[in-house]
């Protein structure tokens, strides 16, 4: 790095590096580190925070994702080839989600708020379609609303893929109590970071015991408690699924208790980020395109997104300037796997070419939303004339 040469990352994740020790500590000094303890722990205060009524902590929000549609698919008795609403324009374990468990993705398109578009949404449902996954992206609840409408009239599950969406706020509450399930990521770079954790949070109660035997190779340690007298014989277990291990453990939840006090604050930060980066740019409406977010969101902002006209040299000149910005997402049906579905979605595909997603983080200062914004519009202004 050279002296006068800023270097901004997109990512920065700020942990509080003594508390989380001291958390850590603790599981180390009782010798306690996988599940249970502070997993259990996190997952209450986590349901304290959130105002869900279960959650269930898991290795990956993937995890979270993956369980979540295959859990309903039995539950509700849905058929090999049943249909799932999803965007494009997400992180592809949302997608593969679906696939995984047997089932059709079927691509509705995104709308300005680069959540799904409820108008696409409903010309896309069929006798076929079980559920819709909503994806909260950046922070932004988009239209969430009006699907959870759609999902209520056409009697479809709602699945919230929330990743970008701890402490995300609509009309003032944790949104997620309208939906079958939310699934919160608490992967490195997200805006709750731990290294790598997730969290699957059920309405139903049943399915969030299935899910923890099914997490944990499908061992069902209740049985014989339940018929051999409590405590006795702990060592036998049944066996009640082919499940996989997917629980999280304890040195990830110590980290997370910890963030989680600090996520209010830091997600505060965020959105003035953003508002400064929104101040500078809407004077330059015909060179950079804003995602529209509800007045009645409050976002975590875990992502600042927006649209330019050449996306790719645009991230080569800030790239010269020291800054490193990111692309969040490619349009799913581009990949081999979802080619079935190529092109179908023109915003998702508009929007694929063009967004960038600048820097958002913790460390970032005023001066830095300004340097990024002067770096931005100039470019935007040459390859204009150009
Ligand atoms: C990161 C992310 C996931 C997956 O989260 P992991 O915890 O890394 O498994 C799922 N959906 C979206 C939208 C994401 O950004």
Redesign the pocket.
Known sequence: MSENKREIQLFTPTFQVEECLEEIRECLEKGWTGLGFKTVQFEEAWKAYTGLNNAYY????????NLAVEILKEGYGWADGDEIITTPL??V??NHAIPLAGMKAVFADIDDTNCLSPASVEEHITDKTRAVIF???GGNTGHYEEIVEICRKHDLKLIL?A??MSGTRLNGVIPGKEAEVV????????NLPTA???MVCFREAKFDEIARKKGWLGINKDTYSRTVNAGNYKWKYDVEYVGQKLHGNSIMAAIALVQLRYLDRDNAYRRQLAEWYRERFSQYPDLIGLITIPENCSSSC?LFQILVENRDEMILALNSAGIYPGV??ADNTLYRMYAYAHSTCPRASYVSDHVISLPMHMRLTYDDVQYICDEVIKIAKEQRQA
């Open positions: 898991l290795n990956s929000a993937t995890a979270g994702l997400t992180f374990s949302t994806v909260g992206i893929d990743a970008h699934i919160y990521s608490y992967q490195a770079v997200k790598d954790s997730g875990h969040h997402y």
